[in-house]
């Protein structure tokens, strides 16, 4: 499947992307309401009190891929929903649950360990935590995986993401997510659909080959 005639037309401002500029802002307060004595939420909150960034987090990727600690990785995790919710009022609410869960260890060491090695689809199939869907887990597989791998990346997909594949690249949105609609019918939702993933990171990897850009930054140029 060539790239959507959107992509095409707007290749030089993809290739343009900095992608670990990104950076999203977050109310520190909102999440002291339950993480005020949590150490890993602390840390984050010194080092990174207004905004986190693409390369916070890549930075922490990158130093626990080098020296594993369950403490790190629970950082990594805490700081990419961080992220992923920004000022989002209820992101601290649904961390919360996620990482009061009883299997939230097992959970995210599993799929961090399925991720590294390329098990992605298996990673998908296995994933369950509370209050965390497949769009935000899905930011878990993306920056927990080492950048320089060969194979397609483990990309972010979203509301966001889905609603310009459908909108802005007229490509029947199935193929890629399972999705929930609002009343004037765009999508407001994504439900876990691990075939679809597989397939969306395939032609988004594919798509990127083809334009000489980076998938991510397909992916970014989406959600932007």
Request: hydrophobic share 40%.
């Amino acid at each position: 499947m060539p790239p959507p005639q959107m992509l095409q037309s707007n290749q030089q401002q993809i290739a343009a992307l900095q992608l670990g500029n990104q950076a999203i802002r977050y109310e520190v307060a909102n999440w002291n309401k339950y993480f005020s004595q949590d150490p890993e939420f602390q840390s984050i909150a010194t080092a990174y009190p207004y905004k986190i960034s693409r390369n916070d987090l890549y930075g922490m990727a990158a130093t626990l891929d080098k020296c594993y600690k369950w403490n790190s990785l629970r950082k990594l995790f805490f700081s990419i929903m961080v992220w992923g919710f920004g000022r989002t009022g209820y992101g601290a609410f649904r961390t919360n649950k996620m990482v009061t869960d009883n299997n939230f260890q097992k959970v995210v060491e599993d799929t961090y360990c399925k991720i590294k090695s390329g098990k992605i689809l298996n990673a998908y199939n296995d994933f369950k935590l509370n209050k965390c869907g497949s769009a935000f887990f899905t930011k878990f597989f993306y920056f927990a995986v080492p950048r320089s791998r060969d194979k397609p990346l483990p990309l972010i997909l979203d509301a966001v993401v889905s609603r310009r594949l459908e909108n802005d690249c007229n490509l029947n949105i199935s193929r890629y997510a399972k999705v929930a609609r609002d009343k004037v019918k765009q999508i407001s939702a994504v439900y876990s659909y691990a075939d679809g993933y597989i397939n969306y990171i395939q032609d988004m990897d594919n798509w990127a080959k083809s334009l000489k850009v980076q998938s991510d930054q397909i992916e970014l140029f989406l959600f932007s």
